[in-house]
T-cell receptor, first 113, second 114 residues
Framework: GENVEQHPSTLSVQEGDSAVIKCTYS??????FPWYKQELGKRPQLIIDIRSNVGEKKDQRIAVTLNKTAKHFSLHITETQPEDSAVYFCAASRGAAGNKLTFGGGTRVLVKP | ETGVTQSPTHLIKTRGQQVTLRCSSQSGHNTVSWYQQALGQGPQFIFQYYREEENGRGNFPPRFSGLQFPNYSSELNVNALELDDSALYLC?????????????FGQGTRLTVV
């Protein structure tokens, strides 16, 4: 089955700096890669996703890049703000088959004012 | 808000008991997936229902079972509860439409087994 590794497990950045989280996956058939943000005690919130036919996708301050050959994808957050503090999860799935997501272990991001 | 609702929000059960958790999916979504999230970990896939049929199962024993109803809402049943079943249980609704693969989570049910 699919295995997703996520690094780092914790990330502390100064407000205004950039944050980068990296994930690798094992199943070459995976074609959908979402990122979720989970604040303490709340539901995971889909913040951005990318499909395997696209190499990069941006949405305001967040961007995701995908390297299918190397089987890794990354989340980039620019101009970080205190409200970006949360746990971020990457996931992988064969999207067209119904989105059975395999999640990474999570990255706890702390943005220091 | 995602439009996905779960009930109850919190539950305390005794080891050996049975529990039923409920999920109402987002309007227009025909697929419901259930996940178990232990403290400090990522969600783990339990199983998925598509048009009332189980469509894939993760590495969970048969005492974890489910249902999906004609209105696409769903139940997760856990029999013979064990202490290790204590976790946040999340459901996610999605659709198989080609245009949208996003899965949207409910707020979860926090289950504590004592």
């Amino acid at each position: 089955g699919e295995n997703v590794e996520q690094h780092p497990s914790t990330l502390s950045v100064q407000e205004g700096d950039s944050a980068v989280i990296k994930c690798t996956y094992s199943d070459s058939a995976s074609n959908y890669f979402p990122w979720y943000k989970q604040e303490l005690g709340k539901r995971p919130q889909l913040i951005i996703d990318i499909r395997s036919n696209v190499g990069e996708k941006k949405d305001q301050r967040i961007a995701v890049t995908l390297n299918k050959t190397a089987k890794h994808f990354s989340l980039h957050i620019t101009e970080t703000q205190p409200e970006d503090s949360a746990v971020y999860f990457c996931a992988a799935s064969r999207g067209a088959a119904g989105n059975k997501l395999t999640f990474g272990g999570g990255t706890r991001v702390l943005v220091k004012p | 808000e995602t439009g996905v609702t779960q009930s109850p929000t919190h539950l305390i059960k005794t080891r050996g008991q049975q529990v039923t958790l409920r999920c109402s999916s987002q309007s227009g979504h025909n697929t419901v997936s259930w996940y178990q999230q232990a403290l400090g970990q990522g969600p783990q896939f339990i199983f998925q229902y598509y048009r009332e049929e189980e469509n894939g199962r993760g590495n969970f024993p048969p005492r974890f079972s489910g249902l999906q109803f004609p209105n696409y809402s769903s139940e997760l049943n856990v029999n013979a509860l064990e202490l290790d079943d204590s976790a946040l249980y999340l459901c996610a609704s999605s659709t198989r439409d080609r245009g949208n693969w996003g899965a949207f989570f409910g707020q979860g049910t926090r289950l504590t087994v004592v």
